[in-house]
């Protein structure tokens, strides 16, 4: 070890599926995991007086890798849901989402709502919310991709009818990346709300996070980070 290894902070390594902007992607040129989960991270690692390491992985290997210790925590944009609980423990939530529609312009017209998919071919990514809701809509079947991307390419093909996904990153992905030839449909689906998972039974990493989520609302560095992100 060298002379100044003692004084390092400690590791905090965090899972991440970064193909979800603006809440966790690659930045193009730096290569570096930006977006509003990761500044999330970042600033709530410093209260708590860890360095972070972000490991990319796929979504549905997020609360594997946490159960079997492999990372401390996810940050992934990842909804709060009962079933999740029973495996892991969440953070105080840090952002309000739910879940909506995207459609090529030329079905605008014939999806109002989730009503109107019934029986039809649908694109979501693998264990998310928006795949489960998918699956539940009678006669419909669900395309499950790796990524978000795929899954905006496959509905550009014309492979299936909608995609469902959060609405932040739809209204994000129409905004700043083009996507002229699809709209956004909204939904009767719940609000949910996203936090950070810890591995169940980890209390001492699960209130550390808490305390840092809460004095960062007080700061103001919360309302900062969400600017940065959800501004414009
Ligand atoms: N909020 C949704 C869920 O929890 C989707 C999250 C996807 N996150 C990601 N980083 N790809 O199921």
Redesign the pocket.
């Known amino acids: 070890a060298c002379a100044g290894s003692a004084l390092a902070a400690p590791v905090l390594t965090v899972g991440?599926?970064?193909?979800?902007q603006p809440?966790?992607f690659v930045d193009a040129r730096t290569k570096d995991f930006v977006g509003y989960d990761m500044d999330m991270i970042r600033a709530a690692a410093k209260h708590m007086g860890y360095q972070v390491k972000f490991v990319n992985m796929g979504?549905d290997g997020l609360i594997p890798a946490l159960m079997t210790n492999n990372i401390d925590a996810a940050a992934?944009?990842?909804?709060i849901t009962a079933e999740r609980k029973k495996k892991v423990d969440f953070t105080r939530p840090v952002y309000q989402?739910t879940q909506v529609i995207l459609v090529n312009k030329s079905d605008a017209g014939s999806v109002k709502s989730e009503k109107d998919l019934k029986g039809k071919n649908l694109c979501a990514?693998i264990?998310?919310?928006?795949a489960e809701f998918g699956r539940k809509i009678p006669g419909a079947k669900v395309k499950a991709f790796n990524t978000?991307p795929d899954t905006i390419l496959e509905l550009n093909n014309r492979g299936c009818t909608a995609v469902i996904a959060?609405k932040p990153v739809v209204e994000y992905f129409l905004k700043q990346r083009g996507g002229r030839n699809m709209v956004e449909v909204q939904t009767g689906y719940p609000k949910?709300e996203?936090a950070f998972a810890v591995r169940k039974g980890n209390k001492k990493l699960l209130d550390a996070f808490n305390k840092a989520l809460a004095a960062m609302d007080k700061s103001g560095e919360t309302a900062k980070i969400h600017q940065k992100w959800f501004s414009t």
């Open positions: 991440t599926e970064p193909t979800f809440f966790e979504f992934a944009g990842m909804t989402s990514q264990g998310t919310v928006g978000l959060d949910e996203m």
